[in-house]
């Protein structure tokens, strides 16, 4: 029996997973996710999957992640029929994230479409996706609870473990029967951390062959979350002091949850004040329904607060979801204090930039940084702290006081991966594939891994294959 592995996507990059691994010559894919830069570079790549979509045995997907399930509806739109195999949270929320991809693009063709025709130019650009496709995909899709093992291919089968990165997420171990023996192989998908809320730990999984692990912070170590929540409370009691204004630029998953169960515990230990807190995202907001109908994913902690004293970490008494543009629009009218949680997390898009460029030249408004910042955004230019920028055209003195807290990241750092591999047992470990990470930051982790005495540890190359044995 023939056993290789090779990436279509997130080898030597942080976005676009596509992972394979190929059983006697039958395909099953690991994430399906959409490839995120500019324009006309990210437009070629997610039309291209570099394998026939109908010869697919099945799609084997980590967690919600735009980069992880955004090209599915593209697959099934394009001849994939079989199974997508996903936990149930993560069914949920790919549907919301698909489902708002395929509206961003139909407004993006419409607005280009309308650019094109006043400039008596030919339009051909389409969208990869509709609604429609996403409701054939997320038809296909099986969901499968934790630690529960599924035939999914002839001589194949899975299992998901919590991989504690998001809501659903899993880290998905292949078993392959091969001339008489088990051949396992695990895909960690993004790796979480410990001690995160609401979510539980990643889980540990049983002693493998093979790893196909992220390397996102490969090189990088984060803060610790109680000093975090101590700036956090520090930044909250002077916007108390001041009547000034915090604005959270944050991703509509995960983070904006995460944030609010924060606040809420700051609040419930008296450490910060009841103050005004908007969450101002249309996604979020669904996104946060889903969170409440999933606690077969909380950790301990939330799970007793939630379900057995009734206490609801996402709708406390200071708390707010806005739901239509107009309450949006009232928010930059309100006197402060108050916090504004927004979308999008790197200032890009969303309503975040209409409560910037409406707060950012005052000396009373925080904008606080709670995520990675790509090169050439919005919010990495104000965490270079950059005096001036440019919103909707216009440009605007940064008066406002920026601040950054890393300590939120849903990634495991180098630090915390390794005490996570250390943990595993390791007896039949031959070998760890790294993929989803920058060069520096793989180069870096390998180095890392190999000091700890794991000895073959590959940085997985777009186009290259690896046979397992």
């Known amino acids: 029996m023939s056993i290789y592995f090779y990436s279509l996507g997130a080898a030597e990059e942080v976005t676009g997973s596509k992972h394979v691994l190929e059983v006697n010559g039958k395909p099953i894919l690991v994430d399906c996710g959409a490839f995120q830069g500019t324009r006309a570079e990210a437009d070629k790549k997610n039309r291209d999957f570099k394998i026939p979509a109908d010869k697919i045995e099945a799609v084997v997907l980590t967690h919600a992640h735009y980069d992880h399930c955004g090209l599915l509806p593209l697959l099934t739109k394009s001849g994939f029929n079989n199974n997508i195999y996903s936990t149930s ?18 407004r993006d063709a419409e607005y280009l479409r309308k650019q094109a025709q006043k400039k008596n130019e030919t339009f051909n650009w389409q969208p990869l996706y509709n609604e429609r496709d996403v409701v054939k995909a997320v038809n296909q899709m099986i969901t499968l609870s934790y630690m529960r093992n599924q035939l999914i291919s002839d001589g194949v089968s899975l299992e998901f473990y919590d991989a504690g990165h998001i809501l659903g997420s899993a880290i998905a171990v292949l078993t392959v029967k091969s001339n008489g023996k088990d051949i396992k192989i695990a895909f960690t998908g993004d790796l979480g951390r410990k ?21 996102t912070y490969g090189n990088r170590l984060h803060e610790k979350t109680d000093d975090a929540l101590k700036l956090l409370a520090e930044i909250t009691n002077e916007i108390v002091g001041s009547g000034g204004k915090m604005i959270i630029p944050s991703f509509a998953i995960e983070r904006t949850q995460e944030l609010v169960y924060y606040f809420h515990t700051l609040v419930d230990k008296k450490i910060i004040p009841e103050i005004p807190i908007y969450v101002d995202s249309p996604m979020a907001t669904n996104a946060t329904s889903i969170f409440q109908i999933h606690p077969e994913c909380y950790d301990s902690e939330t799970y007793d607060a939630f379900l057995k004293h009734h206490k609801n970490p996402f709708g406390f008494n200071s708390l707010k979801f806005t739901t239509s543009v107009a309450e949006s629009k009232e928010l930059n009218e309100k006197p402060g204090p108050m916090i504004i949680i927004s979308a999008d997390g790197m200032c890009e898009a969303g309503r975040v930039q209409h409560h910037l460029l409406n707060n950012i030249s005052n000396p009373k408004t925080v904008i606080l940084l709670v995520g990675f910042m790509a090169d050439h955004t919005l919010g990495r230019r104000l965490m270079n702290r950059e005096p001036e920028v440019k919103i909707f055209d216009n440009w605007y003195k940064v008066n406002a006081r920026i601040e950054n807290i890393n300590a939120f990241s849903a990634h495991a750092d180098y630090s915390e991966a390794t005490a996570y591999l250390d943990s595993l047992d390791k007896s039949r470990l031959k070998r760890i594939f790294l993929v989803h990470g920058e060069p520096d930051a793989q180069s ?26």
């Open 444 to 469: 870096f982790f390998k180095n890392h891994l190999q000091s700890h005495g794991y000895t073959n540890v590959d940085i997985v190359k777009y186009g290259e294959t690896y046979e397992l044995t």
């Open 89 to 106: 949270a993560t069914r949920d929320l790919s549907n919301l994230i698909m489902m708002d991809s395929a509206s961003i693009q139909a």
């Open 195 to 215: 001690g995160k809320p609401i979510i539980s730990d990643p889980a540990k999984i049983p002693a493998v062959d093979y790893i196909i692990l992220e390397s």
